[in-house]
C-alpha cells in the first residue's frame, strides 16, 4: 500500500525558496519512479519533475528546469524538491505522485501516474 504525505510548502516572496518533501509509509518505495506536479487555481494539474528508482535520471518541466531540483533518499523512503528562486507563477497545490513499483519511464502525463500525496500550498508573493 502507498500512502504519500507532503510537507514545505508555505508562503515566500519572489526570489525565495522552499523545500518539499514526500514520504511514503507504504513499501515498494525503492521500485517507485517518483514526481512531482502541481494544480494553480482554475487550471490543470502538470507535470513539474519526476526521478527514477535511484535518482540517476530525471526530467523537469521546461519552465522550472535550472531552479528546481528533485531528489529522493531511498534509505527514507523520502523525496524532495528544492525549489530556488521562486516566481509569482509558481504558485500552486505541489503534489506528490508515485507509479506502480517496477514501472518505468519519466512520465509527465497524470495518467500514468498511480498513487497522489494530498498536496501542499506553495504561493510565491510578488
Known amino acids: 500500500q502507498v500512502h504519500l504525505v507532503e510537507s514545505g510548502g508555505g508562503l515566500v516572496q519572489t526570489g525565495g525558496s522552499l523545500r518539499l518533501s514526500c514520504r511514503d509509509s507504504g513499501d515498494s518505495f525503492n521500485y517507485r519512479v517518483m514526481g512531482w506536479f502541481r494544480q494553480a487555481a482554475g487550471k490543470e494539474r502538470e507535470f513539474v519533475a519526476s526521478?527514477?528508482?535511484?535518482?540517476?535520471?530525471?526530467d523537469y518541466k521546461d519552465s522550472v528546469r535550472g531552479r528546481f531540483t528533485i531528489s529522493r533518499d531511498n534509505a527514507k523512503s523520502t523525496q524532495y524538491l528544492q525549489m530556488n528562486n521562486l516566481k509569482p507563477e509558481d504558485t500552486a497545490v505541489y503534489y506528490c505522485a508515485a507509479r506502480q513499483a517496477y514501472d518505468w519511464g519519466l512520465s509527465s502525463d497524470s495518467k500514468d501516474w498511480n498513487y497522489w500525496g494530498q498536496g501542499t500550498q506553495v504561493t510565491v508573493s510578488s
Open positions: 526521478i527514477n528508482y535511484v535518482g540517476g535520471s530525471t
